[in-house]
């Protein structure tokens, strides 16, 4: 069975790094996140557009969420230490900008979210969005599990641990009308285990690269066998970041329809069903 891959990226997750069906982490092992104010690393001054992006009430929600991601998201691994003076520039506010193609209102299933990038951002930026964190790993989905109760997300925000052939049988007319998913694969690998959680009619928007267009002619003839419509390129956040953000859009062919969101409760983690002949001795 073909699994989600540890995001290029981002660094491995602790010893279950390669074992996103492994045992859930335990107390021992699951650090409580930092109350507000005890940040241990810096994650640098909050740039002008930051004020913008995330707005007058939410800005202090995104610098917590920095600090989260300077002190735990390091510790744990989600993090590398270079990336701690660029939280700003390269994660949160590239990451927002996203949104910039996302309608108002919808819901946003985010795949292989690791420490939450970009699916947190959105949420941080989007107050209106639905957003489901889809994470395999254990110690990365109790981060985020408890980065979402940190900055008071649960109402808008769940967090499910699962692999996208899970989801993929849970919702086999697709689970949300947009997708998103930051390095996690080339573009044809994503394409295969994302497009068919999009509805019919729905969009996957994959962040990417400089090597986006190369990527594109590659595996143009790949998305189209997969059931995706003819990529197009995408730049986010040209006002904002530098560069902008470049995102791969790709449409799922057929028919608009309304799709389903995941059952878990906001907020709460649950993992997805284990296949069949695997539901005993699946912890």
């Known amino acids: 069975m073909t699994q989600l891959p540890v995001p290029d990226d981002r660094v491995a997750a602790g010893p279950d790094g390669n074992e996103p069906s492994g045992p859930a982490a335990s107390d ?3 650090h409580s996140l930092p109350p507000a104010g005890t940040a241990v690393a810096d994650s640098g001054p909050v740039p002008p557009a930051a004020g913008v992006i995330f707005g007058a009430q939410r800005l202090p929600l995104a610098v917590r969420y920095a600090e989260l991601l300077a002190t735990e998201g390091v510790l744990r691994g989600l993090i590398g230490p270079r990336e ?4 700003w520039d390269r994660h949160l506010l590239n990451c927002a900008v996203l949104g910039e193609l996302i309608p108002a209102d919808s819901a946003v299933l985010d795949v292989g979210s690791g420490a939450g990038l970009p699916g947190l951002a959105l949420a941080l930026a989007r107050p209106d969005l639905r957003i489901v964190l889809v994470e ?8 985020l599990v408890e980065a979402v109760e ?6 808008s925000v769940e967090v499910v641990r699962g692999r996208a052939e899970e989801l993929h049988r849970d919702h086999p007319g697709g689970a949300a009308p947009v997708v998103t ?3 996690v694969a080339p573009l044809d690998r994503l394409v295969g285990w994302c497009l068919p959680l999009t ?3 729905g969009r996957l928007l994959a962040m990417k690269g400089s090597s986006a267009a190369a990527e594109i002619d590659e595996h143009r003839a790949a998305v189209t066998r997969l059931g995706g419509s ?9 006002r904002w970041v530098d560069p902008p953000t470049t995102v791969v ?5 057929g028919s608009a329809s309304g799709g389903s969101r995941t059952k878990a409760g906001p907020g709460r983690s649950r993992r997805a069903a284990a296949p069949r002949g695997q539901r005993r001795g699946r912890s």
């Open 199 to 201: 509805v019919p009619g």
């Open 249 to 253: 859009e790709i449409s799922r062919l």
């Open 28 to 30: 021992a092992d699951r």
């Open 181 to 183: 998913a930051r390095a």
């Open 84 to 87: 701690v003076p660029r939280i």
């Open 136 to 143: 395999p790993l254990a110690r990365r989905v109790a981060f």
């Open 150 to 155: 940190a900055l008071g997300l649960a109402d």
């Open 230 to 238: 003819e990529p197009v390129l995408r730049q986010c956040g040209g």
